[in-house]
């Protein structure tokens, strides 16, 4: 697959924000917001708490855009497909919701709820095995960055991820390069740092994969505004976005939307 071949990705992150109603006004507002605007050839993904999950999808069922693909995604989930896992979700659940893809591994669940690398790895075959598509979250902190520890880190994180997937699932996978001093910090890498970032995930992901690793988009999020997404879209390795905070407001998400295309 040629490099220019590979369709960018907007997902939004809402983490635990919105109930079902708010979730479906959120969508319904973007779709609109979005809808006079042709040409934006982007796919897009909103990964709404569980619990908006259906609602949301019933929006998606109501109306779609011109020349840009738009999915459902989930947070998490669990490994299994079944199980006496109190509290957890599976990748089946997930599909019955029409979830296409899941976040794995972000920094918030790392660090606060303990996940390994190994647990990350699990839930990564997890989804590729149940037809759902991983969103693999890597990315250093601000210590391991200031002792240049960076690639390291990264690609670690990224060859454990994708430990045991085939070249072909691979290709299918995202890897979001989320830097973690600048999640909600509203001090974002810079778009050269970014892409320095990613174009050593291209070279890792390679290693792993050859050729198959050509169709894998590399997304950038932390701090993702509408002002400073064209720095991002210029980057010839990065291939999208994983925004949080700016995905719940319609305006700014129809706005890095726009900016990309």
């Not at 109306?63 to 979700?89: D, R, S, Y």
């Not at 990224?158 to 830097?179: F, K, M, N, S, W």
């Amino acid at each position: 697959m040629e490099e220019n071949a590979r369709t960018p990705l907007i997902a939004g992150n809402w983490k635990m924000h919105k109930n079902g109603k708010q979730g479906a006004e959120l969508v319904r507002r973007i779709l609109e917001l979005l809808s006079p605007v042709p040409g934006v050839e982007a796919e897009i993904v909103v990964c709404p708490p569980f619990t908006a999950l259906c609602q949301v999808r019933e929006v998606f069922r109501e109306g779609q855009l011109p020349g840009c693909k738009v999915g459902l995604g989930a947070q998490n989930m669990h490994w299994e497909q079944e199980g006496a896992f109190t509290g957890e979700i599976s990748p089946l659940m997930l599909r019955e919701f029409g979830c296409e893809y899941v976040i794995v591994g972000h920094s918030e669940r790392r660090i606060l709820f303990g996940e390994s690398d190994a647990v990350v790895n699990r839930k990564v075959k997890a989804a590729c095995e149940n037809g759902l598509r991983p969103i693999l979250c890597v990315g250093e902190d601000a210590r391991q960055r200031q002792e240049g520890r960076t690639q390291a880190v990264v690609e670690k994180q990224v060859t454990a991820g994708l430990a045991g997937l085939t070249p072909a699932q691979i290709d299918r996978a995202v890897v979001a390069y989320e830097p973690v001093w600048a999640i909600g910090t509203g001090s974002p890498a810079t778009g050269a740092d970014a892409q320095e970032v990613a174009a050593w995930i291209r070279r890792v992901l390679q290693g792993l994969a050859g050729t198959g690793a050509l169709g894998t988009r590399i997304l950038y999020g932390g701090s993702v505004k509408p002002d400073n997404i064209a720095d991002f879209a210029a980057r010839p390795d990065i291939d999208g976005a994983l925004v949080g905070g700016a995905s719940l407001e319609p305006e700014s998400f129809a706005a890095i939307v726009q900016g990309w295309g």
